[in-house]
């Protein structure tokens, strides 16, 4: 059985708000830490599942750093104008 760390909204989770994280490649302009950071959406409730649609949507490999940062209500997902199984940048 595995434990979720993540607050759990009223009515169950819906979605995930997440950061990915890239090693700065090339001439781009980039924070003291060398990493490019980008926030994303998912209207996806499983965890795993959010995390492959969120990869894809970006178009990295497993080799980048994704952190789920907080789960996402129904209330939420709704305000952000997002069907089961969308992703989007933040």
């Known amino acids: 059985m595995m434990i979720s760390k993540y607050f759990v909204p009223f009515g169950g989770v819906r979605g995930w ?3 990915l ?3 700065a490649k090339g001439g781009r302009a980039m924070p ?6 980008a926030s994303y959406y ?9 995390r492959a649609a969120i990869r894809a949507h ?3 490999g497993k080799d980048a750093n994704l952190e789920l940062r907080r789960a996402l209500s129904r209330r939420e997902l ?3 104008r ?3 199984g969308q992703v989007r940048s933040a």
Not at 43 to 49: M, N, V
């Open 42 to 50: 998912a209207a996806e409730p499983d965890e795993r599942r959010a």
């Open 32 to 37: 003291k830490t060398g990493h490019l950071t």
């Open 78 to 80: 709704a305000i952000l």
């Open 58 to 60: 970006a178009g990295v």
């Open 17 to 19: 708000l997440a950061d």
């Open 21 to 23: 994280t890239l090693p």
């Open 82 to 84: 997002m069907s089961p």
